[in-house]
């Protein structure tokens, strides 16, 4: 059955998911993908015929006749266009967070299930052929019970006025530590430290699992990396790298993986195909993950650090 795909929000990231369906859109049966941006001049820089070109976002639905919308807006908008998207009879694919706030994010899951739609976000990175396949080599028992996770992710550009590294960037890590550790959930935050552009987080988790997360923006060198330490060796994943990863035990083996599709196109084809197996983050966890970051969030005092605190369930 064909598709129709509206893009809300054309500028860096949205214009990646832009490229990602035009190659998915065989595969997928994507009969139409249209853009659309408030601002001019994002809709002029996209040269493709292809891609039919629109500038209001309340208009989106009922002019192209769409089945799903995803949601490359900033953070802030999220609530408001999911809420919005839901309500038009569409599926929605919201960048994350879906939302800056727990009862935000509540409410969309709500109106999800309401209006039988669905309802995804962008964890891509546990679509990450590397880590789907460093999962299993976990689960197998290679390295050990999981001792720590370490996730860095630091870059040289400037980040979005609005937004907060930890909403943005840290949220990957948190959610990647549920991936890995199936679905557990963190205990309490045992430190935060930064600003709005740079954060350090640490986490436990049952077991004595230790999570610790690096990120921000306008760092001195691009670094995104994810190290797994188990009882007796450990996985380190370098995330611009999707054909191999390094398992250190005895000795050093670099472990080779494949895959037809980068993590932005397979946590897309996975949206379009909501039949089908997934490993895409329940509802369930990405709630937890929102009111993760948000406890975070308001912790951060002037000097950037906190006491420990219980998370409540």
Not at 156 to 167: K, V, Y
Not at 206 to 215: A, K, L, R, T
Request: aromatic share 4%.
């Amino acid at each position: 059955m064909s598709q129709r795909v509206g893009v809300v929000g054309c500028g860096r990231w949205g214009s990646k998911h832009l490229r990602a369906l035009e190659k998915l859109a065989e595969e997928t049966d994507i009969e139409c993908i249209v853009a659309c941006d408030v601002h001019p001049t994002a809709l002029a820089r996209i040269e493709n015929d292809r891609i039919l070109l629109h500038h209001d976002p309340f208009t989106l639905v009922e002019q192209f006749n769409l089945d799903s919308v995803i949601v490359a807006t900033p953070n802030e908008t999220h609530y408001d266009l999911g809420t919005m998207f839901l309500n038009k009879g569409v599926d929605v694919f919201l960048e994350k967070p879906i939302a800056t706030t727990f009862d935000d994010a509540s409410s969309l899951v709500s109106t999800s299930v309401h209006e039988g739609k669905t309802l995804k976000s962008g964890f891509l990175l546990r679509f990450h052929p590397c880590i789907v396949d460093a999962r299993t080599q976990i689960r197998s028992g290679r390295i050990g019970a999981i001792q720590t996770i370490r996730y860095s992710k630091n870059v040289q550009r400037q980040g979005d006025e609005s937004s907060h590294a930890l909403d943005t960037l840290a949220i990957h890590g948190i959610d990647l530590a549920e991936f890995l550790l199936d679905g557990q959930t963190p205990l309490r935050i045992s430190e935060v430290v930064g600003s709005r552009t740079s954060c350090a987080l640490t986490l436990e988790f049952p077991n004595q699992v230790e999570i610790s997360i690096d990120v921000g923006w306008e760092a001195e060198a691009d670094v995104a990396e994810l190290e797994v330490v188990g009882r007796n060796g450990k996985i380190l994943v370098q995330l611009q790298q999707h054909e191999q990863y390094d398992i250190l035990k005895d000795h050093s083996t670099i472990q080779s993986v494949e895959s037809n599709h980068t993590p932005l196109e397979a946590v897309l084809l996975d949206f379009l195909r909501p039949d089908s197996a997934s490993l895409a983050a329940p509802t369930g966890s990405i709630l937890r993950t929102v009111k993760c970051v948000e406890q975070a969030r308001l912790q951060l005092t002037a000097q950037g650090r906190s006491k420990t605190r219980e998370l409540k369930r």
